[in-house]
T-cell receptor
Framework: GAVVSQHPSWVICKSGTSVKIECRSL??????MFWYRQFPKQSLMLMAT?????????EQGVEKDKFLINHASLTLSTLTVTSAHPEDSSFYIC??????????FGPGTRLLVL | AQSVSQHNHHVILSEAASLELGCNYS??????LFWYVQYPGQHLQLLLK??????LVKGIKGFEAEFIKSKFSFNLRKPSVQWSDTAEYFC?????????FGTGTRLQVTL
């Protein structure tokens, strides 16, 4: 149990385009999902907390207009990187929190902006 | 501010050796503690967690961790490692609202 999926697993796009990443909890409902960014050989950095039915909460330094988050249902959250630039290239990971307050992680999405 | 420190960045062990990975946290108030593992090419998986109760927590694959409140530590242990334990290990501390991760420890187990 406690499986979280992400789609796509990797994406290459041109600078200036927008990219949408989906995060789904497959076998449990998650009122809260989280979006992280992981740089090479570094730890996970929390970007934002996604709450079902309400606005996301962004960490300090994360541009809310650049990284749009929508948590439309108890099993789906999306992250849209708007007007992506090469510096947005990274590994984006989502997690979903179950009712026991444990986060389960998706496989990640590798974004490369040319 | 919350922080998690993992002192061992890269550990190399031979199969059957014992493992202990250090984790110290700085956190005000009640804290939940986790160890996650990331095998090569795979996503983060939960190894074990501590919320309250018995400070010695047993997880999957023979791993255990001990919460020592006075030392703000949550060290991960395994009596005898296997080659398949080669992975990156992350300690995390926080609440239901937010987790702070350590920088990770890369464990390499040699045959």
């Amino acid at each position: 149990g406690a499986v979280v999926s992400q789609h796509p697993s990797w994406v290459i796009c041109k600078s200036g385009t927008s990219v949408k990443i989906e995060c789904r909890s497959l076998d449990f409902q998650a009122t809260t999902m989280f979006w992280y960014r992981q740089f090479p050989k570094q730890s996970l950095m929390l970007m934002a907390t996604s709450n079902e039915g309400s606005k996301a909460t962004y960490e300090q330094g994360v541009e809310k207009d650049k990284f749009l988050i929508n948590h439309a249902s108890l099993t789906l959250s999306t992250l849209t990187v708007t007007s992506a630039h090469p510096e947005d290239s990274s590994f984006y990971i989502c997690s979903a929190r179950d009712f026991e307050e444990t986060q389960y992680f998706g496989p990640g999405t590798r974004l490369l902006v040319l | 501010a919350q922080s998690v420190s993992q002192h061992n960045h890269h550990v190399i062990l031979s199969e059957a050796a014992s493992l202990e990975l250090g984790c110290n946290y700085s956190y005000g108030g009640t804290v939940n503690l986790f160890w996650y593992v990331q095998y090569p090419g795979q996503h983060l998986q939960l190894l074990l967690k501590y919320f309250s109760g018995d400070p010695l927590v047993k997880g999957i694959k023979g791993f255990e961790a001990e919460f020592i409140k006075s030392k703000f530590s949550f060290n991960l242990r395994k009596p005898s490692v296997q080659w398949s334990d080669t992975a990156e290990y992350f300690c995390a501390a926080g609440t239901a609202s937010k987790l702070t991760f350590g920088t990770g420890t890369r464990l390499q187990v040699t045959l």
